[in-house]
């Protein structure tokens, strides 16, 4: 941004949110227009009650999109399919084993809260 242009304000904020959501409802046939018009606007009205007035960052959830990649990739790995999986995914043999990596680290960290017994609440 150039010095002494402005960024949205917070009415755009609001109304984008609003708008989004508007058409999500829409996208997905859960309700009517005039519905989804009321629920968009009063999320962004809800938002502006909870979070006004303070600086939020919002990031840009790049971890919410390889995840799922991710988990696919630590799925598929038998032990010695490396450099198949690197090259369907398009990744560097080094970085499928990051990826093997972190995810096993995340499963002995992260308890499956959905499994049906106690371990996931301990």
Not at 13 to 27: I, N, P, T
């Amino acid at each position: 941004m150039a010095k002494g242009e402005r960024g949205p304000n917070s009415l755009d904020f609001f109304s984008e949110v609003a708008g989004q959501a508007q058409g999500l409802l829409l996208e997905h046939d859960v309700c009517t227009p005039e519905a989804a018009r009321l629920i968009g606007h009063e999320l962004g009205q809800r938002l502006a009650d909870l979070w006004g007035g303070q600086s939020l960052y919002i990031p840009q959830g790049v971890s919410l999109r390889v995840l799922p990649i991710h988990a696919e990739i630590y799925q598929r790995f038998n032990g010695r399919n490396a450099p198949e999986l690197a090259r369907e995914y398009g990744l560097s043999i080094q970085w499928v084993y990051v990826v093997i990596k972190r995810m096993r680290r995340r499963d002995r960290t992260q308890p499956d809260l959905f499994d049906g017994t106690d371990a996931g609440l301990l």
